[in-house]
């Protein structure tokens, strides 16, 4: 079973950069396997959004097109690690962030506990 501990979360100001990790463990992907992990986040009150996903095996990224220019998603799979930088964060960015991970072609089906950011105007 995949483990995902989100880490990187705080409360800054507007215009600041923040970098979340996204620990996975519980098992190795290899360069063979079709998963994709993503990030989504949870306003207050709000549903769920997609902000971005990357493959695993593949240099294939998506964005939330509100979001891409600001938001990089990347991996180091040498430390089993997703990253999601965040640049020029604006008070509407404010959310729980979640990682997941999927199969390509399916649902996410293994979240993360999520990381808070808070940003301030």
């Known amino acids: 079973q995949v483990q995902l501990v989100e880490s990187g979360g705080g409360l800054v100001r507007a215009g600041d950069s923040l970098r979340l990790s996204c620990a996975v463990s519980?098992?190795?992907?290899?360069?063979?396997?079709?998963?994709?992990i993503g990030w989504v986040l949870q306003a207050p009150g709000k549903e769920r959004e997609f902000v971005a996903a990357i493959s695993w095996n593949a240099p294939s990224t998506t964005y939330a097109a509100s979001l891409k220019g600001r938001f990089t998603i990347s991996r180091d799979n040498a430390k089993n690690t997703v990253y999601l930088q965040m640049n020029s964060l604006k008070p509407e960015d404010t959310a729980v962030y979640y990682c997941a991970v999927k199969r390509a072609g399916y649902d996410y089906d293994s979240w993360g506990q999520g990381t808070q950011v808070t940003v301030s105007s």
């Open positions: 519980g098992r190795t992907f290899s360069n063979y396997d079709d998963y994709v």
